[in-house]
């Protein structure tokens, strides 16, 4: 999925409890995180949920993977992986993911908790782009 793909459906679901449920569903759709990742060093500081994410470098674009034991959260993780994985570095540091973020709408209808786990996550992703930069 493209990121113009990804709000164009967030634009076509009505109510916010269509597009929780998308959110929801995009996380069930991710793939596992292998159980020997989720450690402390890969832990994401900042989050309410527990959130483990790793990534790198591979072929000049950046792979992450990345779980979490909330439902939500783990949706928040899938638009992350939408918007970031396989692109060059440069570009996971050029990205204004906030931009997008309050295109979704999610920014009005997040908990302020929700969203500060959410920078985390792209705080996080965007050092790991950087150290591979």
Not at 8 to 13: K, P, R, S, T, W
Not at 52 to 81: E, K
Request: net charge negative; proline share 4%; aromatic share 6%.
């Amino acid at each position: 999925m493209t990121t113009d793909e990804l709000i164009e459906n967030f634009e076509l679901l009505g109510d916010w409890e269509e597009r929780f449920g998308y959110l929801i569903e995009l996380g069930r759709a991710l793939p596992a995180l292998p159980a020997g990742a989720r450690t402390d060093e890969n832990k994401v500081t900042g989050c309410m949920s527990q959130v483990w994410l790793v990534g790198g470098a591979q072929g000049g674009v950046m792979r992450y993977q990345a779980d979490s034991d909330a439902h939500i959260v783990r949706g928040l993780i899938a638009v992350l992986m939408v918007l970031l994985d396989g692109q060059p570095p440069a570009q996971v540091l050029a990205t204004d993911v906030g931009a997008i973020f309050r295109t979704l709408g999610l920014d009005s209808h997040l908990s302020p908790n929700r969203r500060n786990g959410f920078a985390a996550m792209v705080e996080r992703m965007r050092a790991l782009a950087a150290a591979a930069s």
